[in-house]
Every structure is written in structure tokens, then in C-alpha cells.
T-cell receptor, first 114, second 113 residues
Framework: DTGVSQNPRHKITKRGQNVTFRCDPI?????LYWYRQTLGQGPEFLTY????????KSRLLSDRFSAERPKGSFSTLEIQRTEQGDSAMYLC????????????FGEGSRLTVL | GENVEQHPSTLSVQEGDSAVIKCTYS??????FPWYKQELGKRPQLIID?????GEKKDQRIAVTLNKTAKHFSLHITETQPEDSAVYFC????????????FGTGTQLKVEL
């Protein structure tokens, strides 16, 4: 049990289409992080929320990316006008305790852009 | 920003031998250093971590060491088993600055029978 559900698990789309991923933590978490992992690389930080506030965005997050956490629980990550370079695993990690720093990733949503 | 370098990129050991993976970080403010194990097609899983106020931590067959002065930290796996075969990632973060993890490039560990 990872403590978080991510949907969809796999998404294949054509270049130019929009996609949305959802992250549902099972229990209450103050913070929620999004990371991206491309093949053969380590995860890269994208953005994080403290409750419903988006506190920081990586420069990797171009204008085509938008993330929300409207009620401080679940979060969505939308990619508009997808490009082949967006193909990656998108990982969500809720974090209850910012002091300890422990992050437990969800199973991820794998995006393939054709 | 933080930069984490990880070596080696691949490591092959015989079952029962020890494996050591090394990382260096650049930001002296970093105070949290986790290690993740990722099996093929699965999510990275946290296996052990260490904070800047300790120099060593052990959990059964795995141990981590931290040298803050040199900005080095290492993962040690003893008595390796085939199920230890995976990609291992080190990471670093400053928990007071958003706790954003910066990951190394990974080490593919193969434990041969």
C-alpha cells in the first residue's frame, strides 16, 4: 500500500492532445509533490503544494503544464498540447511531515506521446 | 541549486559480496539524504535515509554513511542477494526549503548467482 492512488496508470496520446493525471492520497497530507521520471533517469522535481497553495514550480514546468490541488486533498496535473518529450512517468508523493522529509511515491502515471 | 552525482552507473557483484554506491552533493544546506530502490517498471521505493546530524545508519543488510565535510554519502549493501538487483538512486534535500529532492543518475546493481 503506497498510501496514494494515481490515475490513469498508463496514457497513450497523440502529439498535440491534452492529458490530465490525478493523484489521490489515501489519508490527510499537508504537502503533495509531483515528480517526473524519464527513462534511465532519476525523478525530477516539478512542483509541490502546501494544502491547496502551490508553493513552488520547477523551471521544467513549462506554460503547457498546470497543477492544482483545489481542496488540499487530491491533485491534478494537466499537460496541454503534448509533445514527444513529455513522455515520462509522472509520480505523485504526499508528505505528511515536512520535518522528516520522507517521500513515498505513488505507482505513477506513465505517459507516452506518439 | 543542488547537484547530486552518483557512481558507479552500473555495478555487478557476486551473490554474497558487498556493494557500495557513492554520491556527492553540492549544496551544503542539504540535510536529508534518502536512498531509493527501483525495480523495472515499478515506482522508486524509499529503503533508507540519513540526516545531517548523524554519520551512519544501519538497517539489517543496508547501511548509509554521511561525510558532511566532504559532501559525500554512500550506500552499503552486505551479503547481496539476487533480489537486491535493481536501480538505486540517491537524493539530497534541504527540509527547511520545501524538501525538494534532487536525485542522482542511478546505479544499476546486478547480483549474479
Amino acid at each position: 500500500d503506497t498510501g496514494v492512488s494515481q490515475n490513469p496508470r498508463h496514457k497513450i496520446t497523440k502529439r498535440g492532445q491534452n492529458v490530465t493525471f490525478r493523484c489521490d492520497p489515501i489519508s490527510e497530507h499537508n504537502r503533495l509533490y509531483w515528480y517526473r521520471q524519464t527513462l534511465g533517469q532519476g525523478p525530477e522535481f516539478l512542483t509541490y503544494f502546501q494544502n491547496e497553495a502551490q508553493l513552488e514550480k520547477s523551471r521544467l514546468l513549462s506554460d503547457r503544464f498546470s497543477a492544482e490541488r483545489p481542496k488540499g486533498s487530491f491533485s491534478t496535473l494537466e499537460i496541454q498540447r503534448t509533445e514527444q518529450g513529455d513522455s515520462a512517468m509522472y509520480l505523485c508523493a504526499p508528505n505528511r511531515d515536512r520535518v522528516t522529509g520522507e517521500l513515498f511515491f505513488g505507482e505513477g502515471s506513465r505517459l507516452t506521446v506518439l | 541549486g543542488e547537484n547530486v552525482e552518483q557512481h558507479p552507473s552500473t555495478l555487478s557483484v557476486q551473490e554474497g559480496d558487498s556493494a557500495v554506491i557513492k554520491c556527492t552533493y553540492s549544496d551544503s544546506a542539504s540535510n536529508y539524504f534518502p536512498w531509493y530502490k527501483q525495480e523495472l517498471g515499478k515506482r522508486p521505493q524509499l529503503i533508507i535515509d540519513i540526516r545531517s546530524n548523524v554519520g551512519e545508519k544501519k538497517d539489517q543488510r543496508i547501511a548509509v554513511t554521511l561525510n558532511k565535510t566532504a559532501k559525500h554519502f554512500s550506500l552499503h549493501i552486505t551479503e547481496t542477494q539476487p533480489e537486491d538487483s535493481a536501480v538505486y538512486f540517491c537524493a539530497a534535500a534541504f527540509t527547511g526549503g520545501g524538501n525538494k529532492l534532487t536525485f542522482g543518475t542511478g546505479t544499476q546493481l546486478k547480483v549474479e548467482l
